[in-house]
């Protein structure tokens, strides 16, 4: 079982719509969660982190966690062609400051 | 802020030779470094972890005689690839953690990465 898990894609979204990207992970000593947006070619950028169950909302994300179901999300509301990226998913434990990655999602989003 | 560079951003070189990737962080002080690759369509994998002034650890199954890692700054890591061969080839990504961070946090800033391409 691969660490953090994600739906490899590609995800297809319209134009405005809400695309939702889910992740899993099978460490429950996983303290802290990121999404990064990757473009072909680009390092990764950092979109959000979260640290604590529930929602947290940065403009048109959002991302959710879940620790008891060991999953995380990330929603992108009124979604535009230039969010056609590869999204990671990314954990740290507790007393490991690396990051590891999921193996992405990809989201296309129509014109 | 939290600006990480690299530099070569692009490095085509032939089969035996040693190439040297920088890292560093340009605006703030970085006490860990991580060095990660990505080959083509695939996720990052974390090769090791640089500690400033100490030896790095590196992950299970990376050489650490190929992969030289140097953290002789708060500012600036090195790595070496060392005899390097095709199968090198790769997408290098280094990141970076503000040493003024708490502990609370595990944010990293990414810098633009380096495409090795060995002939």
């Known amino acids: 079982q691969k660490e953090v898990e994600q739906n490899s894609g590609p995800l297809s979204v319209p134009e405005g719509a809400i695309a939702s990207l889910n992740c899993t992970y099978s460490?429950?000593?996983?303290?802290?969660f990121f999404w990064y947006r990757q473009y072909s070619g680009k390092s990764p950028e950092l979109i959000m982190s979260i640290y604590s169950n529930g929602d947290k909302e940065d403009g048109r994300f959002t991302a959710q966690l879940n620790k008891a179901s060991q999953y995380v999300s990330l929603l992108i509301r009124d979604s535009q062609p230039s969010d056609s990226a590869t999204y990671l998913c990314a954990v740290t434990k507790t007393g490991r400051r690396a990051l590891t990655f999921g193996s992405g999602t990809r989201l296309q989003v129509q014109p | 802020g939290a600006v990480v560079s690299q530099h070569p951003s692009r490095v085509i070189c032939k089969s035996g030779t040693s190439v040297k990737i920088e890292c560093r962080s340009l605006d703030f002080q970085a006490t860990t470094m991580f060095w990660y690759r990505q080959f083509p369509k695939k996720s990052l994998m974390l090769m090791a972890t640089?500690?400033?002034?100490?030896?790095?650890?590196?992950e299970q199954g990376v050489e650490k005689d190929k992969f030289l890692i140097n953290h002789a700054s708060l500012t600036l890591s090195t790595l070496t690839v060392t005899s390097a061969h095709p199968e090198d080839s790769s997408f290098y990504i280094c990141s970076a953690r503000d040493r003024l961070a708490g502990y609370s946090t595990d944010t990293q800033y990414f810098g633009p990465g380096t495409r090795l391409t060995v002939l």
């Open positions: 460490d429950r000593v996983s303290q802290s």
């Open positions: 640089s500690n400033e002034g100490s030896k790095a650890t590196y």
